[in-house]
């Protein structure tokens, strides 16, 4: 392997091992670490002081000794140096000024730098094509079994296009960055039968939106051209910033199939901004809450309800713009469906095949574990409002080719908004759905052998007005219990819990103009160790896979400075294959003053280790004024900070698998 030297903006020298932080298999048991520490070691990965700003302005000027006395440090001189600069693209003069003095240094030495290989925004993709360039890369994936092209497989495809069309159309970045969004095809009897690979957390929440949908507005009473909206968190939704819109697909007359799309809009009102209030108590403080309503009558929207919507939102013109990015995913997916349909013969038979086979598949995986009930609990960091643990249990009841899964252990539900609607704790049951057969094909069918389980009045079954706008990190510590629990079935096969958090991070202000900023950020953490490897660092797992936003689109629509954006060293749990290590993100307001709501996890309760492994490490975040002041922040906040100040958020690691060498050895 050639020593290939990078030289990149300080605090972005992880930008190849975060990558954007989701994964291709949105369904993968084990998320595995990065190969890029070992292709680009630390000692190779040179930071530079200096920065350019999002208008190519220059508010820091480069340290060119400091880099070229690192150069000339290095172990041997490198075989090629890539120069990744941020906002080098927007202006180039650092990345040319230290290009020369390279030249000058090591004559003939190769140098790529980002602004001439892929002169677009982007840090991570800006650095890999740069480094590619000097012909590092990382090893290719394995390629997927090959599969036949049958009906469910163009399925497939036909909602992976929608998903893309989705974030292309989409005007705010927790969409068009980070892909919060998600697309699907169901029969007009609401069974999925096909999903693009995307956000597990939402795709399995659409099932639950189109049944309520359905049972108020049954398929056959739909036409051409309609699209109902829905966000209630009591009639199929999961939070209220999450807007879905179904669509009939209708040939000659009758519908023959429904389109849907699912997508978290940056502001639909409430008592903070964002609409994801960490203290609120109910959920008329979390925003407008719409049961299935129709939006669009052949073709045509109703403009009364679309100044209702616009009223409600800080951010109308977002909300606008991201419901026709809706509208425009399942326009395009109806037209597709309807032309396959007409040429396919038995086109719905050939749905219900594929439905039958997956739930084969799922009960042929249950058959061959042991019987038996297997539990596992975890705790929430409070409820946002109490500090006071909240309980996540459940039981799998294993039974031949079918399983019960009991979350009548879990907490009564919360005065504060963390609590999951049916439809949001659904998106765990189908993770684990999938993760039983990954290779049938991702539809309703695998849900058939399970059974949920819910006590009514408790967390995973809540009673209206509960506040439920925290949910994630509630789903994503079902979907790690119930991995765990049937960890004890195969404890050969599955891996450590993962880190069990996501940040959902929004912040807001005013611009000196007088106009509103908003910016929604979600940050991963960490994936466990598992029996074939150690896990990610930084990486979204389990019912989460939304992508990071890079320090480039967030400088460029909002007052901040991204400082820093690194692995959390050291923060995932010992073991024979240790956990991945978390990440830490540090965010400087630029300008007059502005809010945050931090929807974190982790701070107090340890992501568990297992097979002897240890617990990854806590989480933290905090708030360093411009005063020399360090507030610390619990688990789930609200804060006001002021130009000058730092905000610092450092993820949880994942859990070690195995003892780990040194005790193994003991």
Same mark, same amino acid.
Request: glycine share 8%; proline share 9%; net charge negative.
């Given at each position: 392997?050639?020593?290939?030297?990078?030289?990149?903006?300080?605090?972005?020298?992880?930008?190849?091992?975060?990558?954007?932080?989701?994964? /291709?298999?949105?369904?993968?048991?084990?998320?595995?670490?990065?190969?890029?520490?070992?292709?680009?070691?630390?000692?190779?990965?040179?930071?530079?002081?200096?920065?350019? *700003?999002?208008?190519?302005?220059?508010?820091?000027? !480069?340290?060119?000794?400091?880099?070229?006395?690192?150069?000339?440090?290095?172990?041997?001189?490198?075989?090629?140096?890539? &120069?990744?600069?941020?906002?080098?693209?927007?202006?180039?003069? $650092?990345? @040319?000024?230290?290009?020369?003095?390279?030249?000058?240094?090591?004559?003939?030495?190769?140098?790529?730098?980002?602004?001439?290989?892929?002169?677009?925004?982007? =840090?991570?993709?800006?650095?890999?094509?740069?480094?590619?360039?000097?012909?590092?890369?990382?090893?290719?994936?394995?390629?997927?079994?090959?599969?036949?092209?049958?009906?469910?497989?163009?399925?497939?495809?036909?909602?992976?296009?929608?998903?893309?069309?989705?974030?292309?159309?989409?005007?705010?970045?927790?969409?068009?960055?980070?892909?919060?969004?998600?697309?699907?095809?169901?029969?007009?009897?609401?069974?999925?039968?096909?999903?693009?690979?995307?956000?597990?957390?939402?795709?399995? /929440?659409?099932?639950?939106?189109?049944?309520?949908?359905?049972? !108020?507005?049954?398929?056959?009473?739909?036409?051409?051209?309609?699209?109902?909206?829905?966000? *209630?968190?009591?009639?199929?939704?999961?939070?209220?910033?999450?807007?879905?819109?179904?669509?009939?697909?209708?040939?000659?007359?009758?519908?023959?199939?429904?389109?849907?799309?699912?997508?978290? $809009?940056?502001?639909?009102?409430?008592?903070?901004?964002?609409?994801?209030?960490? $203290?609120?108590? /109910?959920?008329?403080?979390?925003?407008?809450?719409?049961?299935?309503?129709?939006?669009?009558?052949?073709?045509?929207?109703?403009?009364?309800?679309?100044?209702?919507?616009?009223?409600?939102?800080?951010?109308?013109?977002?909300?606008?713009? *991201?419901?026709?990015?809706?509208?425009?995913?399942?326009?395009?997916?109806?037209?597709?469906?309807?032309?396959?349909?007409?040429?396919?013969?038995?086109?719905?038979?050939?749905?219900?095949?594929?439905?039958?086979?997956?739930?084969?598949?799922?009960?042929?995986?249950?058959?061959?574990?042991?019987?038996?009930?297997?539990?596992?609990?975890?705790?929430?960091?409070?409820?946002?409002?109490?500090?006071?643990?909240?309980?996540?249990? &459940?039981?799998?009841?294993?039974?031949?080719?079918?399983?019960?899964?009991?979350?009548?252990?879990?907490?009564?539900?919360?005065?504060?908004?963390?609590?999951?609607?049916?439809?949001?704790?659904?998106?765990?049951?189908?993770?684990?759905?999938?993760?039983?057969?990954?290779?049938?094909?991702?539809?309703?069918?695998?849900?058939?052998?399970?059974?949920?389980?819910? @006590?009514?009045?408790?967390?995973?079954?809540?009673?209206?007005?509960?506040?439920?706008?925290?949910?994630?990190?509630?789903?994503?510590?079902?979907?790690?219990?119930?991995?765990?629990?049937?960890?004890?079935?195969?404890?050969?096969?599955?891996?450590?819990?993962?880190?069990?958090?996501?940040?959902?991070?929004?912040?807001?202000?005013?611009?000196?103009?007088?106009?509103?900023?908003?910016?929604?950020?979600?940050?991963?953490?960490?994936?466990?160790?598992?029996?074939?490897?150690?896990?990610? /660092?930084?990486?979204?797992?389990?019912?989460?896979?939304?992508?990071?936003?890079?320090? =480039?689109?967030?400088?460029?629509?909002?007052?901040?400075?991204?400082e820093r954006v690194a692995v959390r060293a050291g923060s995932g749990g010992a073991g024979r294959h240790c956990g991945g290590d978390g990440v830490v993100r540090v965010y400087r307001l630029l300008h007059g003053s502005g809010s945050i709501s931090y929807r974190g996890e982790r701070h107090g309760i340890a992501p568990q280790g297992a097979a002897g492994g240890l617990p990854g490490a806590c989480a933290a975040a905090r708030i360093e004024r411009a005063d020399g002041r360090v507030e610390p922040l619990p688990a789930k906040a609200r804060a006001q900070w002021q130009a000058g100040d730092r905000l610092v958020i450092e993820t949880a690691g994942g859990g070690g698998w195995g003892q780990p060498p040194a005790q193994a050895s003991a």
């Open positions: 392997m050639q020593d290939i030297a990078l030289v990149c903006t300080a605090g972005f020298a992880d930008v190849l091992t975060l990558a954007r932080q989701n994964r /291709s298999d949105p369904y993968a048991l084990h998320v595995p670490a990065s190969p890029w520490p070992q292709l680009l070691p630390a000692a190779w990965r040179i930071e530079a002081r200096g920065r350019m *700003d999002a208008t190519g302005a220059e508010v820091e000027p !480069l340290d060119l000794a400091g880099v070229l006395d690192a150069l000339t440090a290095l172990p041997r001189p490198p075989a090629g140096i890539a &120069v990744c600069l941020l906002f080098a693209h927007r202006n180039p003069a $650092h990345e @040319r000024a230290l290009a020369q003095r390279i030249a000058a240094l090591w004559p003939g030495m190769p140098v790529a730098c980002s602004h001439a290989v892929l002169p677009q925004d982007g =840090e991570y993709e800006r650095t890999l094509a740069t480094v590619q360039a000097l012909g590092l890369d990382a090893p290719a994936s394995a390629a997927e079994p090959a599969r036949a092209c049958g009906l469910p497989q163009q399925l497939e495809a036909l909602a992976d296009r929608m998903q893309q069309r989705l974030v292309a159309e989409a005007v705010s970045s927790v969409v068009r960055e980070a892909m919060d969004c998600a697309a699907a095809v169901f029969l007009p009897d609401g069974r999925l039968v096909a999903q693009a690979r995307t956000l597990p957390l939402l795709l399995g /929440s659409l099932s639950p939106a189109v049944a309520g949908l359905l049972a !108020l507005y049954p398929a056959a009473s739909m036409a051409e051209g309609d699209g109902y909206l829905l966000n *209630d968190p009591w009639h199929g939704g999961t939070h209220l910033p999450d807007l879905t819109l179904v669509r009939p697909v209708c040939v000659d007359g009758r519908t023959v199939a429904l389109v849907a799309c699912v997508l978290h $809009h940056q502001d639909v009102g409430g008592i903070a901004p964002g609409s994801v209030p960490t $203290h609120a108590s /109910s959920i008329q403080q979390e925003g407008l809450r719409i049961p299935p309503t129709p939006l669009v009558r052949a073709g045509q929207i109703d403009t009364a309800l679309l100044r209702l919507l616009r009223a409600n939102s800080r951010m109308p013109d977002n909300l606008q713009g *991201d419901l026709a990015a809706q509208w425009a995913c399942l326009a395009q997916g109806a037209q597709e469906l309807a032309d396959l349909w007409q040429r396919t013969p038995g086109a719905a038979a050939h749905c219900v095949a594929a439905l039958a086979a997956s739930e084969a598949a799922a009960r042929a995986a249950l058959a061959a574990a042991p019987d038996g009930d297997y539990a596992f609990e975890d705790a929430l960091d409070g409820d946002g409002i109490t500090a006071a643990p909240v309980r996540v249990a &459940v039981c799998i009841r294993k039974r031949g080719d079918a399983a019960e899964l009991d979350l009548t252990g879990c907490a009564d539900q919360t005065q504060g908004p963390v609590n999951a609607a049916r439809g949001a704790v659904q998106a765990a049951v189908a993770y684990f759905a999938r993760m039983l057969a990954p290779q049938a094909a991702p539809n309703d069918g695998s849900l058939a052998p399970l059974t949920l389980r819910t @006590r009514p009045g408790s967390i995973v079954d809540p009673a209206f007005p509960a506040s439920v706008n925290a949910r994630t990190n509630l789903v994503k510590l079902l979907a790690n219990a119930l991995l765990g629990a049937w960890a004890q079935a195969l404890p050969a096969r599955m891996p450590a819990p993962n880190a069990g958090e996501a940040v959902v991070l929004s912040l807001g202000g005013t611009r000196p103009d007088g106009t509103p900023w908003l910016l929604t950020e979600i940050i991963a953490s960490a994936a466990g160790g598992a029996p074939t490897g150690p896990g990610g /660092s930084g990486v979204s797992t389990d019912v989460g896979n939304a992508r990071s936003t890079p320090a =480039e689109a967030i400088e460029a629509q909002a007052p901040l400075r991204v």
